[in-house]
């Protein structure tokens, strides 16, 4: 059983549809995965059904843009009601933030000497409901004025480089309380890559298992060895669910390949058994 619970697809910043997702996890050996896309669930019922064909089971989720003091911050919310209504309407004021800053991201990178026209971006996104600097950067490559998304996002789009322009995301403990009255299981993203260790401390990531959280994300790409282990050992320490996951893009991220990382069967298992009992999605 081979397990990977943070991939994304095209009806985000994926390059994959959901279902080429779930065919090419079943190829990378997988036999769950957990699809967790930017602010949206529209994915889910495509890649559960590619999934009944191809074996796959998928762990419908989301990954809900968040921030603390200012910060990014990633929330996983796993087996939420997908018609919550207070869910869905965070979630939609995200993608509307998402949305909202496009414009003043085209007037920087013109002023940057690298100019892109909305159709351009727009082009990128497709039929997704959720807008993201990825999409951007693929705009970037598609003009030739840089070779990939790392590139894009070491030159312009990084949160420290002079094309970023933040955006509305969701106050982190806000987040876990809407998963959790959505029924469904909260576990944070990549705590501890891109130096955010500084803003979700341990104290911070105690706190907020306080107001709910149950789980976070140990074995990521973003993560050295060093780090998984200090991460794991506050996970236990705080009683929390520990994940690995490959946070894979399609071809929109290095190292981050289907099933780079994996989380073990009996945390799964613990994540469906703390489903079940609280009335929340499992896969189907
Ligand atoms: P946004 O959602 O618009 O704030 O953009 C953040 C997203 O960009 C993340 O969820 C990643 O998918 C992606 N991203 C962030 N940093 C990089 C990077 N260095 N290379 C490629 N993609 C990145
Ligand atoms: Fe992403
Ligand atoms: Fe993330
Ligand atoms: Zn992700």
Same mark, same amino acid.
């Given at each position: 059983?081979?397990?990977d619970l943070h991939?994304?697809s095209?009806v985000?910043d994926g390059t994959?549809?959901?279902?080429?997702?779930v065919f =090419?996890?079943?190829?990378?050996?997988l036999?769950?995965?957990?699809l967790?896309d930017h602010?949206t669930?529209?994915?889910? /019922? %495509?890649?559960t059904?590619a999934g009944?064909?191809?074996?796959v089971?998928?762990?419908p989720g989301? !990954?809900?843009s +968040? !921030?603390?003091?200012?910060r990014?911050? $990633?929330?996983l919310?796993?087996g +939420?009601?997908m018609?919550d209504?207070?869910?869905?309407a965070e979630?939609?004021r +995200?993608?509307?933030?998402?949305t909202?800053?496009v414009q003043a991201m085209l007037? *920087?990178?013109? !002023?940057?000497g690298?100019?892109?026209t &909305? =159709?351009?971006v727009m082009?990128?996104?497709?039929?997704?409901?959720s &807008?993201?600097?990825?999409h951007?950067?693929d705009a970037m490559?598609?003009?030739?004025y840089? *070779?990939?998304r790392?590139e894009?996002?070491?030159n312009?789009?990084?949160? =420290?480089?002079?094309?970023?322009?933040?955006?509305?995301? /969701? %106050?982190v403990?806000?987040?876990?309380?809407l998963v959790?009255?959505?029924?469904?299981l909260?576990?944070?993203a990549?705590?501890?890559?891109?130096?955010?260790?500084?803003?979700l401390?341990?104290d911070?990531?105690? !706190?907020?298992? %306080? &107001?709910?959280?149950e789980?976070?994300?140990?074995? $990521?790409p =973003? $993560?050295?060895?060093?780090t998984?282990?200090l991460?794991?050992?506050?996970?236990e320490?705080l009683?929390l669910?520990?994940?690995?996951s490959?946070?894979?893009?399609? %071809?929109g991220?290095?190292n981050?390949?289907l099933?780079a990382n994996h989380?073990?069967p009996?945390?799964?298992r613990e994540?469906?058994?703390r489903l *079940?009992?609280?009335?929340?999605?499992?896969?189907?």
């Amino acid at each position: 059983m081979l397990i990977d619970l943070h991939v994304h697809s095209s009806v985000s910043d994926g390059t994959t549809s959901p279902t080429r997702l779930v065919f =090419d996890a079943r190829d990378a050996g997988l036999t769950v995965i957990g699809l967790v896309d930017h602010d949206t669930f529209d994915g889910i /019922t %495509e890649a559960t059904e590619a999934g009944h064909r191809a074996g796959v089971s998928v762990l419908p989720g989301v !990954e809900i843009s +968040c !921030e603390r003091d200012g910060r990014s911050v $990633h929330l996983l919310g796993y087996g +939420c009601d997908m018609r919550d209504p207070a869910l869905l309407a965070e979630l939609a004021r +995200c993608r509307a933030g998402r949305t909202g800053r496009v414009q003043a991201m085209l007037d *920087k990178l013109a !002023e940057l000497g690298v100019p892109l026209t &909305v =159709d351009e971006v727009m082009e990128q996104v497709g039929a997704a409901p959720s &807008v993201g600097r990825p999409h951007f950067a693929d705009a970037m490559v598609a003009k030739g004025y840089v *070779k990939d998304r790392t590139e894009a996002f070491e030159n312009y789009l990084a949160d =420290d480089k002079p094309a970023y322009v933040p955006r509305y995301a /969701t %106050e982190v403990s806000d987040a876990i309380r809407l998963v959790r009255g959505a029924k469904g299981l909260a576990v944070l993203a990549h705590p501890w890559g891109r130096g955010m260790d500084q803003t979700l401390t341990s104290d911070v990531i105690a !706190e907020l298992a %306080e &107001v709910g959280l149950e789980g976070i994300e140990v074995d $990521h790409p =973003d $993560h050295d060895d060093q780090t998984r282990s200090l991460l794991s050992a506050l996970g236990e320490r705080l009683g929390l669910i520990r994940t690995g996951s490959s946070d894979h893009h399609g %071809e929109g991220k290095r190292n981050h390949l289907l099933g780079a990382n994996h989380t073990r069967p009996t945390a799964y298992r613990e994540i469906l058994r703390r489903l *079940k009992v609280r009335g929340g999605v499992l896969p189907h």
